[in-house]
């Protein structure tokens, strides 16, 4: 990482403003008060150089993580940022094929380190929540995607590690500092939060997504049940915010017509995968402006069902479209690196959980054994 030199000696004691953790006019308003820090347009413009060049301002001290683990399976890209305490964040680089044969890149980011929401079918469930994670945290896996791994991301996806709404605090303002033209610049239109389906949370998101520059703010719903029954059985928190609940909050989203909502739906043989849930869904979201993503399940570990077959996929999709329902199937990427949808999580970090101290926040609502 390059640094320039600073301009002025540094007093003893001060807090250095983290471009990592400040969209650019909050960066410029902290360094009004900081020594050896640029001011005004200039603090912006080393704002912007520290995004794009990788440059670290003088008299700042970004709150950077150096990469631990790398794992690649064929263009997808899992590593992970080392932090205080042994912990860890989880990203995936994924790669985009576009029509013109030309290759963008998304990238997973975590929200947290590990999830207390107990989804029966994921890996980071199985860890519990250990930390949330800062603004700059998050963002700074934008930082390391692009100025150490070397692909600056198109696209960013809320669906690593956590759920987001269960820390909305960090992630709000990160999404202000991915999209502020002077920094990251990633549109809204290209950045994505995967929610469990907490009614307010969803309605909190919708209050950015109601601001001017966010409009275009892309929401994602993990569903993966045709009913509150079925939906309890494998996602806990549907007995605090039912369906009915989440209708709700989802109708009431802000976004414009082409940020359609879009429905996950993780398919799991056995479970979800049989014709009349596929009715059963499709009823259900009648009411709303979406489209069903169709995720074939990635199995966790030691986890009690199989991915489904092929033909299954394939059956629930058509008949999810003779239904009248925009239906998409989402292809899976990074399976054999525990990089796929649901996998993400670091077993030896669970099992140190356990017997940490201090660094775990306490399980919250939603929480359940699963081993
Ligand atoms: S699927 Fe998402 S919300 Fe559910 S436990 Fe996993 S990380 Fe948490």
Redesign the pocket.
């Known amino acids: 990482m390059k640094r320039q030199a600073p301009s002025s000696p540094n007093p003893d004691s001060w807090i250095p403003p983290d471009p990592l953790g400040l969209t650019g006019a909050g960066f410029a308003t902290a360094c009004q008060s900081a020594p050896g820090t640029p001011r005004g347009l200039e603090a912006i413009a080393a704002y912007r150089r520290f995004h794009r060049e990788g440059i670290v301002p003088p008299g700042t001290d970004p709150r950077l993580h150096a990469i631990g683990r790398r794992e690649i399976e064929g263009e997808t890209i899992k590593f992970t940022l080392e932090l205080p305490g042994g912990l860890e964040t989880e990203s995936v680089l994924i790669p985009m094929r576009r029509r013109d044969g030309s290759t963008t890149r998304t990238l997973c980011v975590s929200s947290q380190v590990g999830?207390a929401?107990?989804?029966r079918f994921?890996e980071?469930?199985r860890m519990g929540l250990i930390r949330h994670l800062e603004a700059s945290d998050i963002v700074a896996q934008w930082h390391a995607a692009t100025h150490q791994v070397g692909h600056r991301p198109k696209n960013i996806v809320f669906m690593g590690?956590?759920?987001p709404t269960d820390n909305l605090d960090a992630v709000l303002p990160a999404i202000r500092i991915l999209a502020d033209h002077d920094g990251p610049s990633v549109a809204a239109s290209n950045i994505s939060v995967s929610t469990?389906g907490n009614p307010d949370g969803i309605r909190r998101l919708g209050r950015l997504a109601s601001e001017p520059g966010f409009h275009r703010l892309n929401l994602a719903v993990?569903l993966n049940a045709p009913n509150d029954r079925i939906r309890a059985r494998i996602?806990p928190v549907d007995r605090d915010w039912p369906m009915d609940d989440l209708m709700d909050a989802m109708r009431g989203w802000p976004g414009r017509p082409k940020s359609a909502i879009c429905i996950e739906y993780v398919l799991i043989p056995g479970v979800n995968d049989a014709p009349e849930h596929c009715d059963e869904v499709c009823e259900y979201l009648r009411p709303l402006r979406c489209s069903l993503n169709v995720i074939p399940y990635n199995p966790r570990r030691n986890s009690p069902w199989p991915a489904p077959t092929e033909s299954s996929v394939e059956a629930f999709l058509a008949r999810a479209i003779a239904n009248g329902q925009f239906t998409k199937r989402r292809g899976t990427k990074g399976r054999d690196v525990m990089a796929a949808c649901?996998q993400l999580g670091n077993p030896d970090i669970r099992a140190r959980r356990r017997v940490s101290d201090g660094t775990r926040v306490g399980l919250t609502r939603g929480s359940v054994a699963l081993d």
């Open positions: 999830c929401m107990g989804c994921c980071t469930a590690m956590g759920e469990v993990s996602m649901g």
